[in-house]
């Protein structure tokens, strides 16, 4: 994986909405979990949420990611290298966590609930915390429909499209996964032509080529419904609701997971 996520970085500066949160989303978060006068705790290095809280520290097992992305440490935030699945806080000691579409990186629903347990661990009574989502629709959308969406300039952005291409791609696997290495396959087959792709949609060839990263990766993403995390979630946490954050492309399928009320602290 971290091979991966190494990859990743090297064209961070060419990734777009929905997979880095636009200002919408920055602000969904504060709104819903009123971060500013908490110390937040922050699964993943997304530098556009590195500002919210009154402090932050970001935990990312890629010290690659840390180096590249993270903006420098200072008196109110810093990076340090850890395991979300074992978190290094101790229990029942974080006001607020807060993590962009991490659930969907981890791959299957065991280790799904594995995330579940340590946030609701790590979380005081009274705290709270926030995942943004990629939730696949109720209703799988048809290749056919996707290829005409985006070749008519209705996908926003390239990365809207990649992620469509991903959800429709699931076609019911078990835990709603599937290796990034397929996403790559199926979108090769939707697009075969890559310069007609960048001709009808104006996206620039080299974003377009950042899905080649999928190639030779072993990394498993998931795309749950949001109907099948809120249901693993409430095993965990005692409140579990959804907000919507706001109108950019995709967002309908991107809420925000809000979690109170950790269960297990008999």
Known sequence: M???WNAIRKHWQ????PLRPPA?????YDRELDLARSHVVMLGVTPELAGLGATMTSVDESADMIAGIWPDDTDMRKAVQGDWFDLPFPGASIEALIGDGCLSVIGAADLRRTLFASIARAL???GRAGIR???SPGTPDDPKD???LALSGGASTFHDLKWRVAMTAICGAPDYTIPVRDILEHFDRMFPDREELSARTGWELPVIRTIDVYRNSSVVYSFAPVA???EEAEAYFGDVGIASTGTYGLAERCPLLVLRSPKGRD
Do not use: P, Q
């Open 2 to 4: 971290t091979e991966h």
């Open 133 to 135: 989502l990629y939730a």
């Open 124 to 126: 005081k009574a009274d």
């Open 24 to 28: 919408e989303v920055v602000e969904t």
């Open 14 to 17: 060419l990734l777009g909405s």
């Open 146 to 148: 996707v290829r005409a």
């Open 228 to 230: 099948a995390i809120v």
